[in-house]
């Protein structure tokens, strides 16, 4: 089992930025993969940035390419994502997610563990 708690969300303007955390715990082999999700009102669970743990590789979806980083602290057990230059359409509550195998680029669907969310509003 794993249990994921993330941190970290709040209200920005555009262009501002907001680190994300997620706090881990539990079974380290259930968490070969870990990503950022997003969900907006009205619209479908989407990927944001994955990272493969033991390697430290890392994918990025399209929305988050150049503007956001994923990385991890493996002694603190913690996920983050760095958002800088963020827009109103980056808001949406944002999920951290855990999977024990597979391509980490898999769909969210694939992800067997999942966070709370915290929520990051944009305002123009």
Not at 18 to 31: F, K, M, N, Q, V
Not at 48 to 56: C, F, N, P
Not at 102 to 116: E, H, L, M, R
Request: neutral net charge; charged residues 15%; hydrophobic residues 30%.
């Amino acid at each position: 089992q794993v249990q994921l708690v993330e941190s970290g969300g709040g209200s920005v303007q555009t262009g501002g930025s907001l680190r994300l955390s997620c706090a881990a715990t539990g079974d380290i082999y259930e968490r070969y993969c870990m990503g950022w999700f997003r969900q907006a009102p009205g619209k479908e669970r989407e990927g944001v940035a994955v990272i493969w743990t033991g390697a430290g590789s890392t994918y990025y979806y399209e929305s988050a390419k150049g503007r956001f980083t994923i990385s991890q602290d493996n002694a603190k057990n913690t996920l983050y994502l760095q958002m800088n230059s963020l827009k109103p359409e980056d808001t949406a509550m944002y999920y951290c997610a855990a999977a024990p195998s597979g391509f980490c680029g898999d769909p969210w669907i694939s992800y067997k563990y999942w966070g709370q969310g915290t929520q990051v509003t944009v305002s123009s």
